[in-house]
């Protein structure tokens, strides 16, 4: 694999997601975690699900900005939404799936689903879970 341009770096300690604890090792991520009260849990932090979307539309939302920029195209607002679930398995196991929402303003419906479609194919969370969990992907004109 080619070098790596970033490395993050998160330790979870205690009970992971029943009452642990998250913290990068920069120590501008420090989290208490909690299982939510939609999985039998006490909630009352965050959760490793939200984490991920988190992420995962921040990163789109920056592929998004990048390749509209790329094309020249001027977006006036713009949000992503980030919807991940997760669902129980054979065994004993889970599994996710993942709902992407993009809003945009400033284009039409065409030229917005060009956008997320090409940001969809360079979003490095899109890429890791293509193949590996159920994902779709909208866009939404305002």
Sequence with gaps: M????YTAVA???G???????TVSDD??????????TDMG??????NPEQLFAAGWASCFHSALKAVAAARKVAVSDSAVV????????????FTLS????????????????ELVEAAHAVCPYSNATRGNIEVTVDATVD
């Excluded at 080619?2 to 341009?5: N, P, Q, V």
């Excluded at 980030?82 to 196991?93: L, N, Y």
């Design 2 to 5: 080619a070098d790596s341009i």
């Design 11 to 13: 330790t979870s300690t």
């Design 15 to 21: 009970d992971g997601r029943a009452g642990g604890r």
């Design 27 to 36: 120590g501008l991520l420090d989290l208490k975690l909690a299982i939510p």
């Design 41 to 46: 849990g006490p909630g009352g932090a965050t």
């Design 82 to 93: 980030a919807e991940v679930s997760i669902h129980p398995a054979d065994g004993g196991a």
């Design 98 to 113: 993942a709902a992407l929402h993009v809003e945009l303003s400033g284009v039409d419906q065409a030229t917005a689903d």
